[in-house]
């Protein structure tokens, strides 16, 4: 059937041809955004200039997206936790502290947070959440738990690849560490953390967040280990102490979280 003169529909050999051409440069987004694209730009008569300005600007938008989404995958992260559902207000952190964390400038100094106090006052929470931001950044990141570390410890000491098991990690910008001293620690995992530590003092940041204050590390494993691991965890670091009541257990009691029963 013949479309009706002033149809403004773009014409659906041209619309066949661009998805072709478009699949072959594996130009995804430019394939979908085409035909509605097409259809704007002839009903408002725009310059070919300006549709070819929109459609690589749905390129360019698409493929940052999709870079973000895998490298939020490739991250790990637990919980899924952002700043979009952190409340500074209710941290004991200082909202000029806050600020110059979600800034992310220190990851840039190769600088390490440290964060640390009781169960429940915002600590994982926090570092996810920056976590989620340094990937929103364009930065790569990785989260590990510490008994994490010590596997990866055990698979490697099989064929004394130790060293070698630290090296890819290490090609992200921030490590994250959660919970240290929430259980004992394993001596493989000591060891890992130690490992990790080492091996990126002065090359990249770590972010650790733990019920005891570095300077209790030797409760948790052999005081020579814990003596070289916060030596170099800490001479460039930020520590960040928590205080308060658990945040967990207030909502718990003020009945948020759930769906009343009744």
């Known amino acids: 059937m013949n479309r009706a003169v002033g149809d403004a529909r773009p ?3 041209v619309l066949a041809e661009l998805e072709a051409l478009s699949r072959r440069l594996r130009l995804k987004y430019i394939r979908q955004e085409a035909p509605e694209v097409c259809l704007t730009a002839k009903a408002q008569r725009w310059e070919p200039a300006e549709m070819l300005r929109v459609l ?14 895998n490298r939020r995958r490739a991250a790990r ?11 500074g207000a209710r941290s004991s952190i200082s909202p000029a502290t806050q600020k110059a964390l979600r800034s992310l400038e220190w990851v ?18 926090l570092c996810e959440a920056i976590g989620h931001q340094a ?35 290490l090609r992200a910008q921030l490590v994250i560490v959660d919970d240290i001293g929430l259980l004992p620690l ?36 052999d ?11 800490l001479h460039h670091a930020h520590v960040l102490v928590t205080e308060g009541d658990s945040i967990r257990q207030a ?9 009343p029963l009744a």
């Open 77 to 87: 992260f637990p919980a899924g936790k952002t700043f979009d559902t952190w409340d």
């Open 223 to 233: 005081r020579t280990i814990a003596t070289a691991l916060v030596d170099r965890l």
């Open 135 to 169: 990937v929103t950044a364009g930065m790569k990141v990785v989260w590990f738990s510490v008994e994490d570390l010590g596997a990866l410890v055990r698979r490697h000491r099989v064929d004394d690849s130790i060293a070698k098991a630290f090296t890819p990690i």
């Open 108 to 125: 840039d100094r190769h600088e390490n947070i440290v964060v640390c106090g009781p169960s429940g006052t915002g600590k994982s929470h």
């Open 251 to 259: 909502d718990a009691l003020a009945g948020k979280g759930v769906t």
């Open 186 to 221: 394993s001596a493989d995992a000591a060891e890992g953390l130690y490992r990790l530590i080492d091996a990126a003092y002065e090359k990249r940041s770590l972010a650790i967040s733990s019920n005891l204050h570095p300077s209790g590390f030797d409760q948790l494993m």
């Open 11 to 13: 014409s659906e050999a």
């Open 56 to 69: 690589l600007s749905a390129e360019i938008e698409g493929r940052e997206r999709s870079a973000i989404e």
